[in-house]
Antibody, heavy 116, light 107 residues
Framework: QVQLVQSGADVKKPGSSVKVSCKASGGTFSSHTINWVRQAPGQGLEWMGRIIPLAGIANYAQRFQGRVTITAAKSTATAYMELSSLRFEDTAVYYC??????????WGQGTTVTVS | DIQMTQSPSSLSASVGDRVTITCQASQDIKNYLNWYQQRPGKAPELLIYDASNLETGVPSRFRGSGSGTDFTFTISSLLPEDIATYYCQQYHTLPPTFGQGTKVEVK
């Protein structure tokens, strides 16, 4: 059973960048997409973007366009999400989630990023 | 972007009650609709995909229905472990969008 294991919590200064990793243990990316979803404190879920690791193709939500970069290393089954020009309102839990033909069926444990 | 409107935003029910949540899409999304459960402090979990299909391992008290723009999520008999926030999500069109969530509490 594939698990997604994310990197640990991070604290960043406004204006800096953060890079969060998401490793698929117990399997490979296969033909799935890896999505990044964030959740600000007390708020709902917000999709940021996704990557098709086998093709290296990424799509981004318009509101993050230009600030977010999603990449994947097939050899290590690891996806990355880098968010730049951090603002206080980027403080959130960032999740990676695998999606196949339908829903996001496997989620990482979440990475707390605090901008302070 | 497709807007997903859930209601209610929160509810309180007794153990054994039937709980119903609705989700409305701003345009036709056919059956490209998923439901997730998020327990406090945990990552979301997929419960129902394609509007009405139960994800493997999910108890049968959870049910989804609907198509087009109007969808319903039901817990047939509420249990204490169902305390969570529930989200609908469309994947008909990029970007995938979520409803604002329904927080379910037990009386």
């Amino acid at each position: 059973q594939v698990q997604l294991v994310q990197s640990g919590a991070d604290v960043k200064k406004p204006g800096s960048s953060v890079k969060v990793s998401c490793k698929a243990s117990g399997g490979t990316f296969s033909s799935h997409t890896i999505n990044w979803v964030r959740q600000a404190p007390g708020q709902g879920l917000e999709w940021m973007g996704r990557i098709i690791p086998l093709a290296g193709i990424a799509n981004y939500a318009q509101r993050f366009q230009g600030r977010v970069t999603i990449t994947a290393a097939k050899s290590t089954a690891t996806a990355y999400m880098e968010l730049s020009s951090l603002r206080f309102e980027d403080t959130a839990v960032y999740y990676c989630a695998r999606a196949g033909g339908h829903g996001m069926d496997v989620w990482g444990q979440g990475t707390t990023v605090t901008v302070s | 972007d497709i807007q997903m409107t859930q209601s209610p935003s929160s509810l309180s029910a007794s153990v054994g009650d039937r709980v119903t949540i609705t989700c409305q899409a701003s345009q036709d999304i056919k059956n490209y609709l998923n439901w997730y459960q998020q327990r406090p402090g945990k990552a979301p979990e997929l419960l129902i995909y394609d509007a009405s299909n139960l994800e493997t391992g999910v108890p049968s008290r959870f049910r989804g229905s609907g198509s087009g723009t109007d969808f319903t999520f039901t817990i047939s008999s509420l249990l204490p472990e169902d305390i969570a926030t529930y989200y609908c999500q469309q994947y008909h069109t990029l970007p995938p969008t979520f409803g604002q969530g329904t927080k379910v509490e037990v009386k």
